[in-house]
């Protein structure tokens, strides 16, 4: 197995190659894209195809080095450690003479051999799917390589080994997503999704750039105080400091770390930025599916992940509580929508939250929400994309009430539906289970070992999440593929695939009563094409192992330990960091193995618990109708239409940012009309006068003078203009004459 | 042969030049003497290279005037022909548009 | 009376040869005397030129001229010059002044006797008195010595010479585009306008 060493020298460049062939695709579809076969789709498609199957054969490598039980190799390389990194911003002489001599490279650990291959893995399915998805669109070609430097910029976050890089690909993510949500912007064809679109990717730009500009503050903060960007420096000078203050964490470093907490808030849709995500849905449904998956919302999971080590235990109890406060109050946001998409972006939310929060809960828990991380961009791009599939075949619906009896209808669907519904509910065996599973024992261990508000409000709020989790996507399967189909068939349309194909165009119909993109009546739903059906099964595949299994270790019972968590531990994700973070000084590790232990069990039989609970539910009222969900909304009245309404948060920020910017533009807009304008008229006007006085000087004087000479010359004009006779032999003959006369003078002088 | 002789001969065929541009009424006879004014000057150049410096200079001027006569031939040729066509006529008192 | 006059020209051209050549051979033996015979050639053909009333002859006289000067140049050692006038001014100059010739219809009343005499009186005047002028105020030292044999006299090291990388390239290469570019320049102005070529319109709806 010697291929599997991971050998930095030649390694380094292979990983560079990852984000770089896509980046390459994405240049030459930009340009030539509408030119080529097919408007380019094999390309890109083939393009992420080779750096998918790098990322796999990378990940390999860290899992074949870290063979151990827990994290035993210590699988960790950075590309200017091996004497490979880039400059950048050079000014002079070496990085380490200037503090503003940067350079690019490449971190490569655990934790980016995972998040690089999920990454990889997931955006090649998205392409593959796209291209039964999106054909007939009308920017097909600029799709995919909006899409394709989307996912660039993802594997290039990954990889960064500094915040400054990081936050280059972090802002590229947040553009493509802007033009990706904005995808229909363009499409006069159907003004519904125009105007949704148009407004929804203002929306995330907006939004999430509240969160980069936190992010930006806060780094350079940092920066201010270390001069320099590199996460290991960071990470080394940060333990240093606070270990010189006896433990203490500065002031300052818990204001810098809620900034840097802003741009995950922002990023990853926590609460009060949650905003944007469920509009994101405007774009595409593999835009989506990314979105909710691999890139965006995990970078800033991700992003918590990379800098965990200089984040303050205040600044952990605030990411604890938002977190668990966003997956609670998503979840429940979740359970009263129709729209199937909604329901998964509302899911999202949630899932997002039950990351954040176990970042937040610091030691096992931070392992358990990057692996969350990893899982859920398996199961959740799995979900979108049938989401998709089930849209594309109902001809542009997304209510849940009009749709019903798939099951038989698109049965490949169905299953790939099913397992990642399962996999989100956190039914043993499956992925979320394992990562779901170690969040709830790791928020219980951190009640049992400080018994904080905000451990206990995690330690509450997570489990009701999941129970809600369990119950809206089972809620969702049986309204979507359980019963009969409700929406309308159209007369006169066949079943076959003749009657299928004339809607591949996106021709939409839409109404005007705020619904979201009905479609319209069409033939009986039917299976997606293949390009679709094999990106859903593979992914489902990869959401019922990703959890316990990895490809090379198929004995399964051998290993206790998940292969994340094999690959990511706190010693191997910081190598040489005291993390001191985490749980006080007072608590012994043996306190903690402890508490880990009992926190286990109960965290097992919890989320059992909930899981169970939760499906019962959904099946008791929407699968066998035992009771109407409707009379329970009915009764539960206000308190169900504020949820419906999500909360009214939408409304509040209209009320208060928005109305807050418009006051103040109308406010500078007055300032501008009569300070501003008002002095530039006077200036103006005095000027006016002045332009007076100039004319009359210049009409009367300087034209007097212009015409008097002017009237000088054309008298010479007219005395010379006799001998102008336009004779060629004249002027030759004058042109002598005064030669012999200049002669003369030269030689009698 | 001092150079002397050569700028004579030079000078005498210089002003038969001007004078057979001045004197015919043919528009032909214009070029010709430009010709001639032309070759004038190279005989100069080649005396001068040839009794004062020891370089290339001269000749290279000479060549160069050859080329420029080639060149204004072609070109002057070429308004010939042009004036023909406007003026039906080559005779250079005809051509005083330029007059107005 | 008309005849008279031209004999006359003819007579006095043969005299004033005749008179060069002596003049030359006495103040310089054979190569005074080839200096005469050449200057002869070219200031006669250039004075034919102008005299004579029929264009075609007047060109022809000037092919003395060329010739005559290609002497000239021969006899100061330029080998490589006295070819080039040969072949640029006979050869192209001529032929093309000779296009020209037939553009232009005969006009035997085209030559006024008082015009051209008139004209070469001036420039003989002027000639005259300028040469004058400047035989008195300009002293000739070298002039009776022999010059020395030119350092470069074959065609072949005068053109190494002249296209040494430090020499004339550059100049060469400029010659040439100025050529192209008149020669162009020729093509263009000398083109029939696409007007005089325009045929007749198609009747309508022909295809």
């Known amino acids: 197995m010697d291929f599997l060493h991971f050998n930095p020298e030649t390694d380094f460049k292979l990983l560079l190659a990852v984000p770089l062939i896509p980046l390459i695709g994405y240049v030459v579809q930009v340009f030539f894209g509408r030119f080529l076969p097919r408007k380019g789709d094999w390309l890109l498609t083939g393009g992420m195809g080779v750096t998918m199957v790098i990322a796999v054969l990378m990940l390999a490598k860290a899992l074949h080095a870290s063979g151990g039980e827990h994290g035993g190799g210590g699988f960790f390389h950075v590309s200017s450690e091996a004497g490979i990194s880039w400059a950048w911003l050079y000014q002079s002489g070496k990085a380490a003479v200037s503090p503003l001599n940067l350079e690019v490279g490449i971190l490569y650990d655990g934790l980016g051999a995972a998040m690089l291959a999920a990454v990889g893995v997931v955006s090649f399915f998205v392409h593959l799917f796209s291209v039964g998805y999106m054909k007939g669109d009308r920017r097909y070609h600029l799709f995919f390589a909006n899409i394709s430097l989307f996912s660039v910029a993802m594997l290039g976050l990954v990889l960064a080994d500094s915040l400054l890089v990081l936050f280059v690909f972090w802002e590229i993510m947040g553009l493509m997503s802007y033009l990706l949500i904005g995808h229909f912007s363009h499409d006069p064809s159907t003004p519904f999704f125009q105007r949704w679109a148009t407004w929804a990717s203002k929306k995330a730009f907006l939004t999430t750039r509240v969160g980069d500009c936190c992010l930006l503050i806060g780094m350079m903060m940092f920066w201010q105080h270390y001069h320099t960007f590199e996460f290991v420096d960071l990470w080394r ?74 984040l303050s235990p205040d600044v952990l109890a605030v990411v604890m509580a938002t977190g668990a406060f966003t997956a609670l109050f998503a979840a429940t946001i979740g359970v009263t929508a129709f729209d199937l998409k909604a329901v998964l972006a509302w899911s999202t939310i949630s899932q997002l939250g039950f990351m954040v929060a176990a970042i937040g809960t610091g030691g096992i828990g931070l392992v358990a929400g990057l692996f969350h991380m990893v899982t859920h961009a398996f199961f959740k791009s799995c979900l979108f994309l049938s989401a998709g599939s089930v849209i594309h075949g109902c001809h542009h619906e997304q209510d849940m009430r009009k749709m019903g009896g798939l099951r038989t209808r698109m049965p490949l669907t169905f299953a790939a539906m099913g397992i990642s519904t399962l996999a989100i509910a956190g039914i043993p065996l499956f992925s979320g289970f394992y990562s779901k599973d170690k969040i709830i024992q790791a928020a219980f261990t951190k009640t049992s070992l400080e018994f904080s508000g905000a451990a206990v409000f995690a330690s509450i709020a997570l489990p009701v999440a999941a129970a809600l989790t369990a119950f809206y996507m089972f809620r969702m399967m049986f309204m979507t593929f359980g019963g009969t189909y409700r929406g309308e068939v159209a007369e006169g349309h066949g079943h076959g695939q003749e009657g299928h194909d004339d809607h591949h165009d996106h021709e939409l119909v839409h109404s005007e009563d705020g619904g979201i993109a009905p479609g319209h009546p069409g033939p009986l739903p039917v299976e997606s094409p293949w390009p679709m059906t094999v990106s859903l099964l593979c992914l489902a595949t990869l959401g019922f192992l990703g959890g316990k299994f990895w490809l090379a270790d198929l004995d399964v019972l051998a290993h206790h330990a998940p292969w994340f968590v094999r690959l990511v531990s706190p010693e191997t994700l910081y190598p040489g960091v005291d993390l001191m973070n985490g749980y006080g000084h007072t608590v012994t590790h043996e306190m903690i193995e402890h508490a880990e232990h009992v926190a286990h069990n109960m965290a097992m039989l919890v989320s059992l618990l909930v899981a169970g609970l939760g499906i019962f539910g959904a099946w008791w009222l929407f699968g066998a109708r035992k009771a109407s969900p409707e009379r329970i909304a009915a009764a539960l009245g206000e308190i169900y239409h504020t949820v419906a309404r999500k909360y009214y948060v939408d409304e509040l920020v209209n009320g208060t940012v928005l109305r807050l910017t418009h006051l103040l533009a109308s406010l500078q807009r007055w300032f501008d009309e009569n300070v501003i304008d008002g002095i530039v008229l006077g200036v103006g006007r005095t000027n006016r006068a002045l332009g007076f006085l100039q004319a009359w000087f210049d009409r009367t004087i300087v034209d007097g003078l212009v015409n008097g000479a002017g009237a000088i010359t054309q008298l010479f004009g007219s005395l010379v203009r006799l001998f102008q006779t336009g004779r060629i032999q004249q002027y030759v003959t004058f042109a002598v004459g005064g030669g012999l006369i200049a002669a003369a003078w030269l030689i009698l002088a | 042969m001092g150079v002397g002789a050569y700028v004579a001969v030079s000078a005498a065929l210089f002003a038969l030049g001007v004078v057979c541009i001045i004197a015919r009424r043919n528009i032909l006879y214009v070029l010709m003497g430009i010709e001639m004014i032309l070759n004038a000057a190279n005989i100069n150049f080649v005396a001068f290279n040839r009794f004062g410096g020891d370089g290339l200079d001269g000749r290279m001027f000479a060549i160069f005037t050859i080329i420029l006569a080639a060149a204004e031939a072609a070109v002057a040729l070429a308004i010939v022909l042009n004036v023909f066509h406007l003026f039906d006529s080559i005779k250079p008192s005809d051509v005083d548009l330029m007059r107005e | 009376m008309a005849m008279g006059i031209e004999r006359g020209f003819y007579a006095l051209l043969g005299l004033a040869a005749l008179a060069g050549a002596g003049w030359g051979l006495s103040s310089g033996g054979v190569g005074g005397l080839l200096f005469a015979g050449f200057a002869a050639l070219t200031l006669g053909g250039a004075l034919v030129c102008i005299w004579e009333r029929s264009v075609v002859r007047s060109a022809f006289a000037l092919l003395a001229t060329f010739g005559g000067v290609a002497g000239l140049f021969l006899l100061l050692g330029a080998d490589f010059l006295a070819m080039a006038q040969i072949l640029i001014y006979v050869g192209g100059i001529l032929a093309l002044i000779l296009f020209g010739v037939m553009l232009s219809p005969p006009d035997p009343t085209e030559r006024k006797l008082s015009r051209v005499g008139l004209g070469l009186a001036a420039g003989g005047g002027a000639f005259a008195w300028v040469g004058a002028k400047v035989a008195a105020t300009v002293h000739w030292s070298q002039a009776a010595t022999p010059p020395p044999a030119p350092k470069l006299s074959h065609a072949r090291e005068i053109g190494v ?24 320049a020729a093509v263009y102005i000398a083109r029939r306008k696409v007007a005089d070529f325009e045929e007749p319109a198609e009747p309508e709806g022909g295809i």
């Open chain 1, 237 to 310: 000078l940060t333990n240093e400091d606070v270990a010189r203050h006896g433990g203490e964490w500065p002031a300052w470093m818990t204001v810098a770390g809620l900034f840097i907490f802003g741009g995950t808030v922002g990023k990853s849709a926590q609460f009060p930025l949650h905003i944007w995500l469920p509009d994101a849905m405007a774009g595409p449904t593999p835009v989506s599916a990314m979105i909710h998956a691999a890139t965006m919302v995990a970078a800033g999971v991700f992003l918590l992940g990379r800098t965990f080590p200089i």
């Open chain 3, 161 to 184: 010479g002249f296209l040494a990388a430090d020499q004339y390239v550059v100049a060469f290469e400029l010659a040439a585009v100025v050529l192209t570019v008149a020669l162009v």
